[in-house]
């Protein structure tokens, strides 16, 4: 069966970093782009950043821009989230994604179940 499994959230002071970590089981991981994701209470659900299949190619939301890095390690079957100068409003449940489209109209979408990240003093 799938299964994505987040770890590495935490507490962490303004300033600080974590490495959020999934590890993916059930499907053929290198077939499929990676994503994380994040929510905070009251708020959509939002992207923060995301690696193609080969790990060739990756995108940003502009307010994690040069603070986060999204890696993945297929041989593991494992995507990672480096999170660097960590702000307040950083806090949210950490989501991580795995999409694949099969062809036009077949889509396959899986999520793991969070992971909480906290920032504050």
């Known amino acids: 069966q799938v299964q994505l499994v987040e770890s590495g959230g935490g507490w962490v002071q303004p300033g600080g970093s974590l490495r959020l970590s999934c590890a993916a089981s059930?499907?053929?991981?290198?077939?499929?782009?990676m994503s994380w994701y994040r929510q905070a209470p009251g708020k959509e659900r939002e992207l923060v950043a995301a690696?193609?299949?080969?790990?060739?190619?990756?995108n940003y939301a502009d307010s994690v821009k040069g603070r986060f890095t999204i890696s993945r390690d297929n041989s593991k079957s494992a995507v990672y989230l480096q999170m660097n100068s960590l702000k307040p409003e950083d806090t949210a449940v950490y989501y991580c994604k795995a999409d694949r489209v099969a062809r036009p109209g077949l889509r396959y979408a899986y999520w793991g179940q969070g992971t909480q990240v906290t920032v504050s003093s």
């Open positions: 690696v193609t299949s080969t790990g060739a190619s990756t």
């Open positions: 059930g499907f053929t991981f290198s077939d499929y782009a």
